[in-house]
């Protein structure tokens, strides 16, 4: 079973950048279908940005289109959000997520494997 370990939150101004990383063991990450979500406290998880398990496509939530930019670094075993022109609605706990049942990329049903989180903090 892979192992997922975000990193890389923090507290930002409006505006501001972040990176996270999801560092993966026990398995090779890009054999799976792989994505960021995001959650609110009392909200459902929802998905943010995922790539397709053969790599040539990326998908994106309406919200974060052209300022969120998902990618991977297949010799780190590590997926990347790099998070540009944030906002404060975007202030949530952010996973890492792999998995291997079939479904629309934005369904959490279809990953099996999550990380602890990491949290994201953007102040007005």
């Known amino acids: 079973q892979v192992q997922l370990v975000e990193s890389g939150g923090g507290s930002v101004q409006a505006g501001g950048s972040l990176r996270l990383a999801c560092v993966a063991s026990g398995g090779t990450i890009s054999n799976y279908r792989r994505g960021w979500f995001r959650q609110t406290p009392g909200k459902e998880r929802e998905a943010v940005a995922g790539i397709w398990l053969d790599g040539d496509g990326l998908s994106y939530a309406d919200a974060v289109k052209d300022r969120f930019t998902i990618s991977e670094d297949k010799a780190k075993n590590t997926l990347y959000l790099q998070m540009n022109s944030l906002k404060p609605e975007g202030t949530a706990m952010y996973y890492c997520?792999?998995?291997?049942?079939?479904?629309?990329?934005?369904?959490?049903?279809?990953?099996?494997?999550w990380g602890q989180g990491t949290q994201v903090t953007v102040s007005s």
């Open positions: 997520a792999a998995g291997t049942y079939g479904g629309p990329w934005f369904n959490v049903r279809v990953y099996n494997f």
